[in-house]
């Protein structure tokens, strides 16, 4: 009886062993779940991730200005540096890192420590092609152009750095800080290309105080300079947005009465329909439509013209008196086959403004068709438009669609990832009719009004506009939108380009000698090194 109740008690002994034991792994357990959660391993992010914009040439659009970071861990650490931070920081980010222990500062200078790095900041003070560039928000998110059409593109597709450790319980960290660059960062590459840009951005600062250049491959449609003035600061929006001269607006894309710039469209209507270019018109200074007069600039009266001189001259009658016979569906028609009166997609979500030109019923009058021979009238149309219409003289009578987004490429290799760019164009006049109005424009800038529009190398052609907005300033004096645009070189033409000077006066002095000046600057930077006799490609 004894030894069973020894027994029993053993058991019972036993029993109570195993479940001490037990408790306590499941104690020592619980308390190694709760030092893990404690002592972790975080991740800061040094750089945005966001991929940047480069030109055609790959070379930066954004982030050409570095930045210097470093991952500060203490209240020592920050004192150190303390006079390499910029002044308006070192109050916010003493008071940070008393809080989080550890806080990522930007430097003013570069210094020796192990944990600074090099990041890029997204727009310096001359960054390019701003307008079409855009700007983001607080998150880093595109608010608009391209920024915010290729957001989610350039979001998730840019170089990565960021910086690892461990942190106790307590915060502090122990062990190794080290860092992580992601590798397969890409860049998105856009048609622009910097060394016409910068050159158009020089000449419209200089003068053009609103308005732009738009300067467009010929054989591809891909713009390789598109400038808006004035410019405003990406890293400053605030200041500029009461502004009147509205310089967060992209100019180039903005809709604008193309005046006489818009006459070898009618030109080449003419000649398709079978007129004889030959014809002589007698110009008396006006003519009269429906009870109502129209005048050549300045009242002048050119006296017997042919097509090829009332291009030379700008004869408004000649093309008044030629387009109202019967002739308003045809000039529609025409206006349809240059995208006039439509938003141009140049790249996705970005889009020209809509313009305008009279429908099917308004066409038919002959007042109005009067006033859009010669550019005015219920016509509105924008920089890029004109650019894409006049281009169809130097690429035998073809119209090709304008971009500005070529891919994505690898930052590292160069290599293109995913093509973007795709090749559009459509058939609009005969290739005769393209190159009998394309000498015309030749004649224009050799001996008419677009003279001092003549480049010094390799000639070009192209048409002056000046155009009425039935605006007036304060003073009571009448506001004109400035025009020229026009091809060049003037045999193999390789650009089409188009300037519009909002307020700028008469555009035979004020928009035909930019003409002469951005030619010039293309022969430098295109041609100069490729030719030994400076008049032929």
């Known amino acids: 009886m004894t030894e069973k109740r020894l027994l029993i008690v053993y058991c019972c002994f036993f029993a109570f062993a195993l479940v001490v034991q037990a408790k306590t792994v499941s104690l020592m357990c619980s308390g190694y779940d709760i030092l893990a959660e404690k002592q972790t391993v975080r991740t800061v992010d040094i750089s945005t991730g966001r991929a940047e914009i480069v030109d055609c040439n790959l070379n930066k659009i954004t982030g050409t200005q570095d930045r210097l970071k470093a991952f500060i861990t203490n209240e020592k650490d920050l004192q150190n540096i303390y006079e390499n931070i910029r002044p308006e920081d070192r109050h916010k980010f003493y008071n940070r890192i008393q809080q989080q222990r550890q806080v990522v500062v930007e430097l003013t200078a570069p210094l020796q420590t192990e944990t600074i790095y090099t990041t890029t900041k997204r727009y310096s003070t001359a960054n390019l092609a701003q307008h079409l560039i855009g700007y983001l928000d607080m998150d880093n ?9 290729y957001n989610s593109i350039l979001k998730n597709n840019g170089k990565q750095i960021n910086v690892h450790f461990n942190v106790n319980g307590n915060g502090d960290i122990y062990g190794d800080v080290y860092s992580t ?84 469209l009618w030109a080449a209507m003419l000649l398709e329909n079978g007129y004889n270019k030959d014809k002589i018109y007698y110009c008396n200074g006006y003519t009269t439509v429906n009870g109502h007069t129209y005048h050549c600039a300045n009242d002048r009266a050119h006296g017997p013209v042919d097509m090829a001189q009332a291009l030379v001259v700008s004869c408004n009658c000649y093309f008044i008196d030629r387009q109202i016979k019967d002739k308003g569906f045809d000039m529609l028609q025409m206006a349809n086959q240059m995208n006039f009166g439509e938003n141009l997609e140049i790249c996705d979500n970005i889009y020209t403004a809509k313009g305008n030109f009279p429908d099917v019923i308004k066409i038919e009058n002959m007042g109005v068709q009067s006033s859009v021979s010669f550019g005015q009238g219920d016509f509105l149309v924008s920089p890029v438009h004109i650019a894409a219409y006049i281009n169809i003289f130097a690429n035998n009578g073809n119209y090709v669609y304008p971009q500005v987004v070529e891919g994505m490429y690898s930052e590292t290799t160069g ?32 001996k008419g009004a677009g003279e001092r529009a003549k480049p010094s190398f390799l000639s070009g052609g192209g048409k002056t506009g000046t155009a009425q907005t039935g605006k007036t300033k304060e003073n009571g004096e009448e506001i004109f939108t400035a025009w020229y645009s026009g091809f060049y070189p003037a045999d193999n033409p390789q650009y089409a380009i188009a300037i519009t000077i909002y307020d700028g006066g008469e555009s035979t002095y004020t928009a035909a000698p930019l003409f002469k000046k951005i030619c010039d600057s293309i022969y430098y930077l295109k041609f100069a090194d490729n030719n030994s006799d400076e008049n032929s490609l």
């Open 141 to 149: 998110n595109g608010l608009s152009g391209i920024e915010k059409a």
């Open 181 to 264: 660059t992601s590798s397969d960062s890409q860049v998105l590459s856009l048609t622009i290309d910097n060394s016409l840009q910068r050159m158009a951005e020089g000449i419209a600062k200089e003068y053009i105080p609103n308005g732009s250049i738009v300067i467009m491959e010929s054989a591809t449609g891909k713009i390789r300079a598109m400038a808006s003035t004035p410019v405003y600061d990406a890293n400053n929006i605030v200041s500029f947005l009461d502004d009147d001269n509205s310089p967060m607006v992209n100019k180039a894309l903005q809709s604008y009465e193309p005046g006489s710039v818009i006459k070898p």
């Open 415 to 446: 290599q293109k990832t995913q093509e973007i760019y795709s090749y559009k164009s459509k058939r609009v006049i005969t290739p005769q009719t393209a190159k009998t109005v394309k000498d015309m424009l030749i004649q224009v800038v050799e």
